[in-house]
C-alpha cells in the first residue's frame, strides 16, 4: 500500500504542473496548485504514518476519500495511474 500512495503523490506532481505558465516562473492556477499541494502533504504524511508503523492514521477508505476528489478527473486519472503502475 506504501508503493501505491508513494507513486500517487508522484503522479500529483505531474498534474501539479498544470498550473505552471509554460517558459516562466510564473502560477498560472494558484488556487489549485495549492490545493493540490494540500493533498500531497495529507498523501506524503501518510506515507510517514505507514513507514513507522503508526496505528494512529486514516484507515485506507478515510484517506482515499481526503486525497482522491471524485469530482476532479485528474487526480481520479492520477490515482488509477498509480494503481496500474502498482500492479
Not at 492556477?29 to 510517514?48: F, K, S
Not at 476519500?65 to 486519472?77: G, K, S
Request: proline content about 2%; some cysteine; aromatic content about 6%.
Amino acid at each position: 500500500m506504501t508503493r501505491l500512495w508513494a507513486r500517487y503523490a508522484f503522479e500529483m506532481t505531474i498534474v501539479a504542473r498544470g498550473t505552471y505558465v509554460g517558459g516562466t516562473e510564473d502560477i498560472a492556477d494558484p488556487r489549485r496548485l495549492r490545493l493540490l499541494n494540500e493533498r500531497q502533504h495529507r498523501v506524503t504524511g501518510h506515507i510517514c504514518h505507514l513507514l513507522a508503523g503508526d496505528t494512529k492514521r486514516y484507515d485506507d477508505d478515510s484517506i482515499v476519500r481526503i486525497v482522491v476528489a471524485e469530482d476532479d478527473p485528474e487526480l481520479l486519472n492520477a490515482f488509477a495511474d498509480a494503481i496500474r503502475r502498482c500492479r
